[in-house]
């Protein structure tokens, strides 16, 4: 094992002395720009506490910034590198057709994490398909809180999405636009569910999916998720901050769909 490490400790500083240099070239804008994750991964010493019992390197949180195109080419060089055991990971604007961005996300993404934040750009929901997959296989990776910003769901891929999440305690869909137009059935997807506590800021409102003026289709939302007898059982609060809904005609939904016991968080 010492001899692994002193190996991995080596090639390490080889690499980060190269990188270094090729980093000293850019300007100081771009280098601020530069994916956190690339920096963390090559600037680090490795030692035995980074190290897993194969040799995988380990990190309590890590970022991963995908909204500088000239850094993208880094992200081939992640490949190489499976992370394990992360406390918390957080990819950040990820958007268009991009397959290093797919191959992270598929190759590179840690074992398990206990908090996994998602956040993606407009472009993204153009393209949505293309990672969506990659999303859901990565969401069972994920033991206590999982949180989704700025996606377009069709009704289908929101049912996908939270049965793919029914093990964490805490799912999030921030300012996410769903399409709800009848009430999916939970009842068999989100057997076995554990989440306590749904998070819906932003996504209620005009410029997500528009509650206000869409109001079927929050009651359409509730009644599915309420279809799930597990669900019911284990959830005890639901956050609609932000989502431009009266609070008497949330509870009303709430109490006719089984889920009065529910506390709900209603701040603007």
């Not at 850019?26 to 963390?40: K, P, R, T, V």
């Amino acid at each position: 094992m010492e001899k692994s490490i002193r190996n991995l400790q080596e090639r390490n500083t080889e690499i980060v002395s190269q990188e270094k240099y090729n980093l000293k070239k850019s300007e100081e804008q771009n280098f601020q720009c530069c994916c956190s994750a690339y920096y963390n991964i090559f600037s680090c010493e490795i030692d035995a506490n980074l190290l897993d019992s194969h040799g995988k390197r380990q990190f309590g949180e890590i970022d991963i910034m995908f909204e500088a195109p000239q850094y993208l080419k880094y992200l081939q060089k992640l490949k190489l590198i499976k992370l394990t055991d992360i406390t918390n990971i957080n990819l950040i604007n990820i958007k268009n057709r991009n397959k290093h961005i797919l191959n992270f996300i598929d190759f590179t993404f840690p074992s398990k994490a206990s908090y996994m934040w998602v956040a993606c750009s407009n472009s993204l929901n153009q393209n949505k398909s293309y990672y969506f997959n990659s999303l859901i296989k990565i969401c069972y990776k994920v033991t206590q809180n999982a949180a989704f910003y700025n996606l377009t769901l069709s009704a289908s891929q929101l049912k996908r999405l939270v049965a793919a999440c029914r093990h964490v305690q805490r799912l999030s869909l921030g300012s996410c636009s769903l399409s709800v137009p009848r009430a999916p059935d939970f009842s068999r997807a989100l057997e076995n569910c554990k989440i306590e506590r749904i998070s819906l800021i932003g996504s209620g409102n005009t410029n997500s999916s528009n509650w206000k003026y869409n109001f079927d289709e929050f009651v359409n939302l509730i009644q599915g998720l309420s279809s799930s007898s597990h669900l019911r059982l284990s959830l005890s609060e639901v956050n609609l901050s932000s989502c431009e809904l009266e609070q008497t005609k949330a509870k009303e939904i709430f109490i006719k769909n089984q889920l009065e016991g529910v506390k709900i968080i209603n701040e603007g």
